[in-house]
């Protein structure tokens, strides 16, 4: 079947612009993930849903950063205002189980953010 | 404030070879993650270790944890060309992630 998908792949923008990353996760899968990774911080944990619940929102880097899940499937992650440091590769996974439980995260291509 | 070490960061072997890679890190957590990336690529999913004295296998790599001395390890057996990757240890503290840091990753190169 169709694995994690992610739109666009890449994305060039200027800053102060708002971008919109999306996530489509396997189907059935009710726990979704947002990371991303950068030359300069590395792989980054920014946040989980539980159905269409995110438990803690604290590991997003600034209030410029939000996400959403709607009808416990696609998720989008938005960027107000980017910076040059938002430059990454923002990475979905999705799993059967709640986050810290057995089953394994399977991994979307990710989408290339840069902020000129 | 949890931090994650990786050690090597870097190895380079021969294929047939055995060796060891070091996930250090510096809270009490029992779960902990490995990942594996390719060149260009996104990550997957090796092993999740979520008690003292877990013990996960797959093909030729084994991870371990401990956590009283908090610290896992990922071992290679007998290494081929196709275990070329950079390899990530995460560990997470508190559920939801909400103190969930991964370890700098270990790029690993097996040569013919």
């Known amino acids: 079947g169709a694995g994690v998908s992610q739109s666009p792949s890449n994305k060039v923008t200027e800053k102060g612009k708002d971008v919109e990353l999306r996530c489509d996760p396997i189907?059935?899968?009710?726990?979704l993930y947002w990371y991303r990774q950068s030359l300069g911080q590395g792989l980054e944990f920014l946040i989980y849903?539980?159905?269409?619940?995110?438990?803690?929102k604290s590991g997003l880097p600034s209030d410029r950063f939000s996400a959403e899940r709607t009808g416990g499937s696609v998720s989008t992650l938005t960027i107000q205002r980017t910076q040059q440091e938002d430059s990454a590769v923002y990475l979905c996974?999705?799993?059967?189980?709640?986050?810290?439980?057995?089953?394994?995260?399977?991994f979307g291509p990710g989408t290339r953010l840069l902020v000129l | 404030e949890l931090k994650v070490e990786q050690n090597p960061l870097f190895l380079s072997m021969q294929e047939g070879k055995n060796y060891t890679i070091y996930c250090n890190y510096s809270?009490?957590?029992?779960?902990l993650y490995w990942y594996r990336q390719d060149p260009g690529k996104s990550l997957e999913s090796l092993f999740v270790?979520?008690?003292?004295?877990a013990v996960k296998q797959e093909g030729r790599l084994m991870a371990s944890l401990d956590t009283k001395a908090r610290l896992s390890t990922l071992h290679i057996t007998a290494a081929v060309h196709d275990l070329s990757a950079t390899y990530f240890c995460?560990?997470?503290?508190?559920?939801?992630?909400?103190?969930?840091?991964f370890g700098p990753g270990t790029r690993l190169s097996v040569l013919p």
């Open positions: 996974a999705s799993s059967f189980a709640e986050f810290g439980g057995q089953e394994t995260q399977y």
């Open positions: 189907s059935g899968h009710t726990a």
């Open positions: 849903f539980q159905g269409n619940s995110a438990p803690d």
């Open positions: 809270t009490t957590s029992d779960r």
């Open positions: 270790l979520l008690s003292n004295g």
């Open positions: 995460a560990v997470d503290t508190l559920n939801y992630g909400q103190n969930f840091v």
